[in-house]
């Protein structure tokens, strides 16, 4: 299992759009074979080390065949050019990390 995190620089004014693009995506997850578990919101930033990222999404693939099939889907990657519109540094305002289950 790959478990998908993004985090997204997204200006105060721009969260109404953000939460738009967000729901179509978890829409769109749900129809992806091996995705599952979407899960978006504000960032807490409970220890402080994230400011400049003001809301995130994580997703899990069953593997990496079914991630990349994700990536390579055309409605994701117009949803994917939809938030980097939103973001502050455009794709520069974007964080992106993937972690393999090893345990």
């Known amino acids: 299992m790959i478990r998908h995190c993004v985090m997204l620089d997204v200006p105060s ?16 997850t749900r129809t992806l074979p091996g995705i599952s578990g979407f899960v978006a919101g504000p960032n807490r930033d409970f220890e402080g080390k994230t400011p400049g990222y003001s809301y ?17 889907d055309p409605a994701h ?25 090893a345990i």
Do not use: H, N, P
């Open 13 to 28: 004014a721009a969260i109404k759009d953000l939460e738009v693009a967000l729901r179509d995506l978890e829409t769109l």
């Open 56 to 72: 995130g999404f994580t997703l899990d693939a069953k593997d990496a065949a079914a991630l990349q099939s994700y990536a390579d």
């Open 77 to 101: 990657q117009a949803i994917g050019r939809r938030l980097v519109a939103l973001c502050s540094k455009g794709v520069d305002g974007i964080l992106v990390y993937d972690l393999e289950a």
